[in-house]
């Protein structure tokens, strides 16, 4: 089985793209993040076409994620216990949710589509957001595994953080000055392992950056972030066999600025000798 993690930056931009990819690597199960649509306005048809059951989860123009599977899809969530809001100039425990988490069950594993929010900058009233909702997170996962630690839980998405110093290839982003590379925000990072999550995918695959901006030839330059990450537990990382990340789509005509994550999971057995692509 062959499940995908990728930020999409608008499915209606680049659904052709999105599902020929899906349909090239036989990829079986995909996380989107960004989708930058409500339901009704997501392009389903190529993906049903394709013979993908769909979830969808987004309530404007920003932020969005969604679900495609060929298999069926149950037990659908919009957000975790805890997930916070926001709304610019506002506080309080009371502040609408963004769409930015998607819970479902396929095959017997729990897996969500995450798309962390971005900090924008150290002081800012949405990093501390960030960091709030990165430990609401945290703790829901805890919470789940604590009570079922047989559970095959995989959070996956974009992260917006650069946990390590070789993740991050940006020459803009400043220690002590920038987002994505703070202490407290790698600190947030980390503290999955405690819930009992591991990153499924560096082991495999332990270089590569999985998103780079558009301006200043950061692609060319290969001044890149590895900030979309697939974190496992320990039932989930014992199915995985392979890993990848398809740094090719950031190529090509009006591609997403992230790609592709993936990883090859084995279920009860089934044999898979796809290669690895990097």
Request: proline letters at 8%.
């Given at each position: 089985?062959?499940?995908?993690?990728?930020?999409?930056?608008?499915?209606?931009?680049?659904?052709?793209?999105?599902?020929?990819?899906?349909?090239?690597?036989?990829?079986?199960?995909?996380?989107?993040?960004?989708?930058?649509?409500?339901?009704?306005?997501?392009?389903?048809q190529?993906?049903?076409?394709?013979?993908?059951?769909?979830?969808?989860?987004?309530?404007?123009?920003?932020?969005?994620?969604?679900?495609?599977?060929?298999?069926?899809?149950?037990?659908?969530?919009?957000?975790?216990?805890?997930?916070?809001?926001?709304?610019?100039?506002?506080?309080?425990?009371?502040?609408?949710a963004?769409?930015?988490?998607?819970?479902v069950?396929?095959?017997?594993?729990?897996?969500?589509?995450?798309?962390?929010?971005?900090?924008?900058?150290?002081?800012?009233?949405?990093?501390?957001?960030?960091?709030?909702?990165?430990?609401?997170?945290?703790?829901?996962?805890?919470?789940?595994?604590?009570?079922?630690?047989?559970?095959?839980?995989?959070?996956?998405?974009d992260?917006?953080?650069?946990?390590?110093?070789?993740?991050?290839?940006?020459?803009?982003?400043?220690?002590?000055?920038?987002?994505?590379?703070?202490?407290?925000?790698?600190?947030?990072?980390?503290?999955?392992?405690?819930?009992?999550?591991?990153?499924?995918?560096?082991?495999?695959?332990?270089?590569g950056?999985?998103?780079?901006?558009?301006?200043?030839?950061?692609?060319?330059?290969?001044?890149?972030?590895?900030?979309?990450?697939?974190?496992?537990?320990?039932?989930?990382?014992?199915?995985?066999?392979?890993?990848?990340?398809?740094?090719?789509?950031?190529?090509?005509?009006?591609?997403?600025?992230?790609?592709?994550?993936?990883?090859?999971?084995?279920?009860?057995?089934?044999?898979?000798?796809?290669?690895?692509?990097?």
């Amino acid at each position: 089985m062959r499940i995908a993690t990728w930020n999409v930056n608008s499915i209606r931009a680049r659904v052709d793209r999105t599902v020929d990819w899906m349909v090239r690597e036989d990829i079986d199960v995909l996380a989107m993040q960004e989708i930058k649509c409500k339901p009704e306005q997501f392009p389903a048809q190529p993906f049903e076409d394709a013979g993908y059951d769909l979830a969808i989860h987004g309530l404007s123009q920003w932020n969005g994620v969604a679900f495609a599977s060929r298999l069926p899809i149950t037990d659908v969530v919009t957000a975790f216990p805890g997930m916070p809001g926001f709304l610019k100039g506002a506080e309080g425990p009371d502040l609408p949710a963004e769409a930015r988490a998607l819970g479902v069950t396929i095959n017997e594993q729990r897996l969500w589509s995450l798309y962390v929010p971005n900090g924008r900058a150290l002081g800012d009233p949405h990093y501390a957001y960030k960091l709030e909702w990165l430990a609401a997170l945290q703790r829901h996962a805890q919470s789940e595994l604590a009570a079922n630690p047989h559970l095959a839980l995989a959070l996956m998405g974009d992260w917006n953080v650069a946990p390590f110093d070789e993740d991050m290839g940006d020459p803009s982003f400043m220690p002590g000055e920038s987002t994505h590379i703070s202490a407290p925000e790698r600190a947030a990072f980390t503290a999955f392992e405690a819930a009992g999550l591991h990153d499924v995918v560096r082991p495999l695959v332990p270089e590569g950056f999985t998103f780079w901006d558009y301006k200043r030839l950061r692609f060319p330059r290969n001044e890149g972030m590895r900030i979309d990450f697939i974190l496992g537990s320990e039932a989930f990382a014992d199915r995985v066999t392979d890993a990848s990340i398809h740094r090719n789509e950031r190529k090509g005509d009006a591609p997403s600025d992230h790609v592709p994550v993936v990883v090859d999971v084995d279920i009860d057995g089934e044999d898979d000798d796809r290669p690895m692509i990097f």
